[in-house]
């Protein structure tokens, strides 16, 4: 007798099979739209690397937010583009700095309808672009640029922002900020904390929709590219720390690191697909070089699947339109 075929094909065989089967499900509200806010504009400005993706005023957030929430996404996470920067970023700490401004006015834009977050790092307000204030010798100062993020916290907690972005890969930044938020009295500030972020070339495009005035890099606080294992040992100690949420960063191209962390996390794991990821799909997408669609969405389900509960990615509202679109259906 010869070995009966073992056929995994039957489960393939029809549109409401394979849904059936499907391992990995996407929903609006595991998605999370970062949008970046810009100083002194009263109308919206497209970002050359990043095509469909804007700089907004004040006003056409307010519209995105609204729209956002509309398609029943999770949250939205806010970036300020300041229009003047110095050494120790002092727009990140004042009330009246856009991110500031930009998280009151959307908090009152949407309420609860979503969940408001905002960047917690000093890149986008030093006049050097690092991600912290810098020792006399230029290296990144770790302890004295907790002592900003710390103020930085306050002023985004009493701004009304839900949950603080921890961006800036400096050691004990996940203590500090926490310590410091309970100590006013904002227990209930959530902290997610960007854990494994990897020193990327894909974070190329963002740079300029923030406008950064890096110049160099940021190897000396960001993660070896190369790293698997630290990643998790950064999960872990973020963790530890009392982070709510962790977070791999950049997603696509660290699938493997998100598997690891998705396997020892006690707390949600999110990741964060980024610009360059998305400059890519659109990119070969505009060319007629793959199906935009369905690379869309092959790419942020991808993600999931390695272990994400939830994704940061540029097309949120556009995914979240589609899928509503097909459950009308
Ligand atoms: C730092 C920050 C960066 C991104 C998010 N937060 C850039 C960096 O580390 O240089 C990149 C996001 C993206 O590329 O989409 N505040």
């Known amino acids: 007798m010869t070995t009966p075929i073992i056929r995994p094909r039957r489960l393939r065989a029809t549109p409401a099979l394979r849904r059936l089967a499907s391992e990995t499900h996407l929903h609006p509200s595991q998605l999370v739209l970062p949008l970046f806010v810009r100083e002194g504009i009263d109308k919206a400005v497209p970002i050359v690397s990043m095509p469909g993706v804007m700089q907004h005023s004040i006003d056409s957030a307010k519209r995105a937010v609204a729209e956002a929430a509309e398609a029943g996404i999770g949250g939205v996470m806010l970036f300020g583009v300041p229009t003047v920067r110095d050494a120790i970023g002092s727009g990140a ?30 890149d986008e307000f030093t006049d050097h672009g690092h991600c912290g204030v810098l020792a006399v010798d230029g290296s990144v100062d770790n302890d004295a640029t907790l002592i900003r993020y710390n103020d930085m916290a306050l002023a985004q907690a009493a701004a009304g922002s839900q949950l603080l972005g921890l961006s800036g890969m400096m050691d004990g930044q996940v203590a500090a900020v926490r310590e410091t938020l309970d100590a006013a009295g904002y227990e209930d500030t959530a902290l997610l904390a960007y854990s494994a972020k990897y020193a990327s070339a894909f974070y190329g495009p963002f740079r ?44 696509g191209v660290y699938l493997d690191v998100l598997s690891d962390v998705a396997a020892m996390s006690s707390v949600p794991v999110w990741a964060y697909q980024v610009s360059g990821e998305y400059a890519m799909i659109e990119a070969a997408a505009a060319q ?22 939830a994704v940061l990615t540029y097309w949120a509202t556009e995914l979240a339109t589609w899928m509503n679109e097909e459950t009308a259906r």
Request: glycine share 8%; proline share 3%; net charge negative.
């Open 288 to 309: 007629g070089w793959i199906d935009r669609k369905r690379s869309i969405e092959e790419s942020v389900l991808s993600i999931r699947r390695a272990g994400a509960d």
């Open 93 to 122: 700490t004042d009330p009246r700095g856009i991110l500031n401004v930009a998280t009151r006015a959307l908090v009152d834009e949407v309420g609860d309808a979503l969940v408001v977050q905002t960047d917690l790092c000093l």
């Open 208 to 251: 300029d929709a923030v406008e950064s005035t890096l110049e160099g890099d940021r190897r000396t606080y960001q993660l070896n590219p190369g790293n698997r294992r630290e990643g998790v040992r950064e999960a872990e100690i973020d963790i530890a720390e009392g982070a709510d949420v962790v977070m791999v960063k950049p997603a």
